[in-house]
């Protein structure tokens, strides 16, 4: 920082503390707070988005990833066994898991990043800007309170030099006008930036739905397939209970066995 600059944030610095013990108005704009406030909000928002838009790509690859685990599993009961209804079954399912985990790269992954990762990250990359002409315009708020405090003292006491009030009065009225041009640039352009998300972030969401959709769709097309090495009683049998019966009885089974223990 140059010396200008420390200079400034000195001065900055003081008047914040003039204005905490009351010496200092400070400058109160409603309008102004009230645009902050829903930029505020939809920067948060964004930001959030932005994370749990990644953590469920995070997810979805988690997921496949498990499910190929668990079918490589499964097959692995099977090695021995190519014929039966269930090592088919087991088979098929590896076959369709390891299809679907590969199709997340693919048809998942690359889309969703350039359709929606992206420009939510593009979006939320320009807050910094803003956020740095909001701090300039609270910066030169805080010089032109300053300003008009020190002419307030200069008219309440007047200075033996004749010349501070006039020079006080031209910083003052630099400080306003610089000031007002910031802050009502900000709250002209700050409502159309936040009305803008909609139009901006529609797009990105129709491709999240569309992506998901995809996923979901091939997920059940494949596994479908699957579905044909089951016996067709078994939803009959799950639904009656006959399923648990069975599974009681090979548990049983495995009771039995001298090294199941006493």
Not at 85 to 103: F, I, P, Q, R, T
Request: a negative charge; hydrophobic letters at 35%; aromatic letters at 8%.
């Amino acid at each position: 920082m140059s010396w200008g600059g420390l200079k400034k944030a000195a001065s900055r610095a003081g008047t914040t503390i003039m204005q905490k013990t009351g010496q200092v108005e400070r400058t109160i704009d409603r309008e102004f707070a009230e645009e902050e406030g829903r930029f505020k909000t939809m920067e948060k928002e964004t930001n959030n988005l932005q994370k749990e838009a990644k953590t469920y790509l995070d997810s979805m690859r988690s997921m496949a990833s498990s499910q190929a685990r668990i079918a490589e599993t499964i097959a692995l009961f099977y090695s021995a066994d190519r014929t039966s209804d269930g090592a088919m079954s087991g088979h098929a399912y590896k076959s369709a898991v390891d299809e679907l985990d590969a199709g997340v790269g693919r048809d998942l992954d690359a889309p969703y990043r350039a359709t929606v990762l992206e420009p939510i990250g593009k979006m939320n990359s320009y807050y910094a800007n803003i956020n740095a002409a909001i701090q300039k315009r609270d910066h030169k708020m805080m010089d032109y309170d300053a300003a008009r405090a020190k002419v307030k003292k200069l008219v309440e006491k007047p200075a033996d030099d004749a010349t501070k009030l006039p020079r006080a009065q031209a910083e003052h009225d630099e400080a306003r006008d610089i000031f007002n041009l910031l802050n009502d640039q900000l709250i002209t352009e700050l409502p159309i930036l936040v009305d803008l998300r909609i139009p901006y972030l529609d797009p990105s969401f129709e491709a999240m739905v569309r992506c998901q959709m995809r996923f979901a769709e091939e997920g059940y097309e494949k596994l479908s397939g699957v579905q044909r090495y089951f016996a067709d009683t078994i939803r009959d049998d799950y639904a009656n209970g006959a399923l648990d019966t069975q599974v009681e009885g090979v548990l049983e089974e495995m009771r039995e066995l001298s090294i199941f223990g006493p």
